[in-house]
């Protein structure tokens, strides 16, 4: 198993700091756990009300990261 701290892809971003990378790791995890909860209702596992309530719960959770590692004011 990976470290948290080893990033999934590599960011490229002219910007780099330890906080950017963290973000960056933040939203891959953000886009595979998306990816899972439509396949889960996909397949049935899971009702639309739940995918939207899980897919809304890690939404927050990415934009209050963002808002702590990247210091910026939070947006609707």
């Known amino acids: 198993m990976s470290s948290p701290f080893e990033p999934h892809s ?3 971003g002219s910007d780099w700091t ?3 990378l963290m973000f960056h790791q933040n939203l891959e995890s953000f886009a595979e ?3 899972l ?3 889960l209702q996909s ?3 899971m009702s639309q009300e739940q995918a939207y309530d899980e897919i809304r719960r890690i939404w927050n959770d990415l934009k209050e990261s963002k808002n702590i ?5 939070e947006q609707g």
């Open 37 to 39: 909860v439509v396949g």
């Open 18 to 20: 330890p906080e950017r």
């Open 43 to 45: 397949n049935g596992k």
């Open 69 to 73: 590692l990247l210091n910026l004011p």
């Open 33 to 35: 756990r998306v990816g």
């Open 10 to 12: 590599a960011y490229r």
